[in-house]
């Protein structure tokens, strides 16, 4: 049977989502956690992987497995088995045609940027942070300008595995919550560091060193170099994963999930 779990966790003691040989991946504890529950080893496939220090407010992943468990074994009973910063949220039976990654419609990511003259201290590790006052509005439009279908190659990392630049975004909006900024972002699929990229783009906007329409030119020119540094993870979170609605799977999207630290 293939089983779906909801998985939330915070990134800054992992190297990023994938299996690494020294098992420091939110894989790794994962699979090792679930392991425990149904008596073999197995992989699980998510959503989309994050990187070291991303975090995940609404992770989604699937595995197979001939245990049988009743759902709240694949909760209650792997957490007992994770460590502290990471979660199983809820668990469901699909079927065997369900895939994390491939039936996904659209994912979504949400920056927080405390913007104040102080570094954070609490919230260390789970926000990013500007100490110069960043205008919004001139954010929002030039958040606008990155909707619909665009070749992405300027906010592309390097190192970057996917094969075509190509992407819709839907969704680009920039909002204000205290002291933080919030950027959610919401496409058929992300490039390598392209969230990260973005929200370093628009900070320069922000602080009036380019215009929104520079948003426009970067994707126009398909050159990374010319866009700002990538910035932080620390204030990343894979924030959900939106499905076709036969698959009776918990909604995930950003707005259905609470802003929290």
């Not at 998985?7 to 800054?12: F, H, N, R, T």
């Amino acid at each position: 049977m293939r089983i779906a779990l909801g998985i939330e966790y915070d990134g800054a003691g992992f190297v990023g989502w994938q299996s690494q040989p020294n098992g420091a991946g939110v894989q790794d504890a994962l699979e090792a956690a679930i392991a425990r529950i149904c008596g073999h080893s197995l992989r699980v496939v998510c959503a989309g992987r994050t990187d070291a220090g991303v975090h995940a407010l609404a992770q989604v992943v699937h595995f197979d497995t001939e245990a049988v468990r009743p759902l709240t074994a694949w909760v209650r009973g792997v957490n007992a088995h994770l460590p502290a910063t990471v979660a199983v949220t809820w668990a469901r039976e699909v079927d065997a045609e369900f895939h994390a990654r491939f039936s996904a419609r659209s994912r979504s990511y949400r920056y927080l940027l405390l913007n104040r003259p102080v570094r954070p201290a609490l919230l260390s590790g789970r926000v990013g942070w500007h100490h110069r006052p960043l205008a919004v509005a001139p954010m929002r439009q030039a958040a606008a300008l990155l909707l619909g279908e665009h070749d992405f190659s300027a906010f592309r990392a390097a190192e970057c595995q996917a094969k075509s630049p190509v992407k819709t975004l839907y969704r680009a909006d920039v909002s204000v919550q205290g002291d933080c900024i919030v950027f959610d972002f919401r496409a058929s699929a992300f490039l390598h560091h392209m969230v990260r990229n973005l929200v370093g783009s628009l900070v320069q906007v922000g602080l009036g060193k380019q215009p929104p329409a520079w948003m426009a030119d970067l994707l126009a020119r398909r050159d990374r170099s010319l866009a700002a540094p990538t910035f932080d993870p620390a204030g990343l979170y894979f924030a959900g994963v939106e499905y076709d609605a036969a698959w009776q799977l918990p909604a995930t999207a950003p707005d259905t999930v609470p802003l929290r630290f």
